[in-house]
C-alpha cells in the first residue's frame, strides 16, 4: 500500500481563498516533501520538511509535520488560478521515497 | 545544466516486445529512482540506485530490470511488456533522500 495518505482527493475553491490539503502516514520518516503536478508533467518539488521540523515556510506555501500524529499539511495562501495542479506527498523512509494519491486542487478564477 | 533527460517521450510496444527507457542526469547525483503513476494516481516506486553499481526494488519490481554502470545513467529495461505496464514512466535524481527529487518529463508508454 502507499503511503502518505492524503486528503481530500479534489479540492475546488476560488481565487484568494486558502487551500489545505493534508497527508497522514504510517510508520517513521527521515523528511517528508511535497509535489506540484501540472497536468500532463513532470513533478515539481516544493517544500522539504525534516522528521525534526514543525513548521516550514516558502512564499505562500507553509507546511507542517506532527510526528505524533504522523500527518503533514499543505496550506497554500491567497490561491491563484496558476496554482491549479496535483500536489503530492512523498515520506523519505530509508532508501525509499513513497507517494500518496495525491489532491487534485482546482482554483476558479 | 539539463537536469534529467528521459528518452523517449512516447512510445508504444505491442505484447511481448522489449525496449528500454533512457534516463540521463547531469548533476552527479548519487540517488536515482524510476516511478511509474497511472490514470489519477500518485507514483509508485520500481526501482532505485543510492549509488553506481547499487540498485535495489522498491514496491513494484516485477517485470522490470535496471542496471546502473555510470553515475549519469539509470535505463530502466521492460523484457516482455505487457498491457499492465501500460503508464507514464518517470525517472527522478538526487543527491540522496535528504534531498529534494529533480524528475524528468516523463515516458508517456502504451503496450497494445
Known amino acids: 500500500s502507499q503511503q502518505g495518505e492524503e486528503d481530500p482527493q479534489a479540492l475546488s475553491i476560488q481565487e484568494g481563498e486558502n487551500a489545505t490539503m493534508n497527508c497522514s502516514y504510517k510508520?517513521?520518516?527521515?523528511?517528508l516533501q511535497w509535489y506540484r503536478q501540472n497536468s500532463g508533467r513532470g513533478l515539481v518539488h516544493l517544500i522539504l520538511i525534516r522528521s525534526n521540523e514543525r513548521e516550514k515556510h516558502s512564499g505562500r506555501l507553509r507546511v507542517t509535520l506532527d510526528t505524533s500524529k504522523k500527518s503533514s499539511s499543505l496550506l497554500i495562501t491567497a490561491s491563484r488560478a496558476a496554482d491549479t495542479a496535483s500536489y503530492f506527498c512523498?515520506?523519505?523512509?530509508?532508501?525509499?521515497?513513497?507517494f500518496g494519491e495525491g489532491t487534485q486542487l482546482t482554483v476558479n478564477p | 545544466n539539463a537536469g534529467v533527460t528521459q528518452t523517449p517521450k512516447f512510445q508504444v510496444l505491442k505484447t511481448g516486445q522489449s525496449m528500454t527507457l533512457q534516463c540521463a542526469q547531469d548533476m552527479n547525483h548519487e540517488y536515482m529512482s524510476w516511478y511509474r503513476q497511472d490514470p489519477g494516481m500518485g507514483l509508485r516506486l520500481i526501482h532505485y540506485?543510492?549509488?553506481?553499481?547499487?540498485?535495489d526494488q522498491g514496491e513494484v519490481p516485477n517485470g522490470y530490470n535496471v542496471s546502473r554502470s555510470t553515475t549519469e545513467d539509470f535505463p530502466l529495461r521492460l523484457l516482455s511488456a505487457a498491457p499492465s505496464q501500460t503508464s507514464v514512466y518517470f525517472c527522478?535524481?538526487?543527491?540522496?533522500?535528504?534531498?529534494?527529487?529533480?524528475f524528468g518529463a516523463g515516458t508517456r508508454l502504451s503496450v497494445l
Open positions: 512523498a515520506k523519505a523512509s530509508g532508501s525509499r521515497l513513497t
Open positions: 510508520t517513521s520518516i527521515n523528511n
Open positions: 540506485s543510492v549509488g553506481a553499481g547499487i540498485t
Open positions: 527522478a535524481s538526487s543527491p540522496g533522500l535528504e534531498n529534494i527529487q529533480y
